[in-house]
């Protein structure tokens, strides 16, 4: 069965800093692998995903993410953040199909000034 | 930018009363999911549905549910007869045909008593 971990359950970085939220999958196939933001009372918006092909994706706002079959990761990162980055971010694995995506716990990011 | 709506933000019933939670997928999706996420626990997936029909449920998803696309743009989650831990944030996502990717809502907030 498929599943992810994410390794942080709070990050804080100042304004301008690099971002690295860190998440790990386990996977018995080749997953495919997807990091959703969560802004307050908002939905779930899609940063990016990774489907088996270039395993550096980028994704929207400056996000980009790096599929590491040897390390089975999937690290979220952005060169500087910015103060409206600041949210919930999901790693999120499925195999097969989309029917049965298994989402992580969650990392809330925190931009201080 | 079309996006999937989700009515209301926040329900708040009795312990036994029914329930429907609604959602309006994008309009040219045609798969349609529900996910449910309980107070500092994760997003877990409930159902899928496909050509009006489920196409994929969770062991959550006991006879307590049901889904239904009652006309051309609506899908609902009812719930029959709603315990205290069915309190928590259900999510509905669209996905395009061929896609890999699902579009999430902003959530429905259920609160039982």
């Known amino acids: 069965a498929q599943s992810v971990t994410q390794l942080d359950s709070h990050v804080s970085v100042s304004e301008g800093t690099p971002v690295l939220l860190r998440c790990n999958y386990s996977?018995?196939?080749?997953?495919?692998l997807f990091w959703y933001v969560q802004h307050p009372n908002k939905g779930l918006q899609l940063l990016l995903k990774y489907t088996s092909a270039a395993t550096l994706v980028k994704g929207i706002n400056g996000f980009e993410a790096e599929f590491k079959k040897s390390e089975t990761s999937f690290h979220l990162t952005k060169p500087s953040a910015h103060m409206s980055d600041a949210a919930e971010y999901f790693c999120v694995v499925s195999v097969f199909n989309n029917n049965d995506m298994r989402f992580g716990a969650g990392t809330r990011l925190t931009v201080k000034p | 930018e079309p996006e999937v709506t989700q009515t209301p933000s926040h329900q708040v019933t009795q312990m036994g009363q029914e329930v429907i939670l609604r959602c309006v997928p994008i309009s040219n999706h045609l798969y349609f999911y529900w996910y449910r996420q309980i107070l500092g626990q994760k997003v877990e997936f409930l159902v899928s549905f496909y050509n009006n029909e489920i196409s994929e449920k969770s062991e959550i998803f006991d006879d307590q549910f049901s889904v239904e696309r009652p006309d051309g743009s609506n899908f609902t989650l009812k719930i029959r007869s709603t315990k205290l831990e069915d309190s928590a944030m259900y999510f509905c996502a669209s996905e395009q045909v061929g896609a890999d990717t699902q579009y999430f809502g902003p959530g429905t907030r259920l609160t039982v008593l």
């Open positions: 996977s018995s196939y080749s997953p495919s």
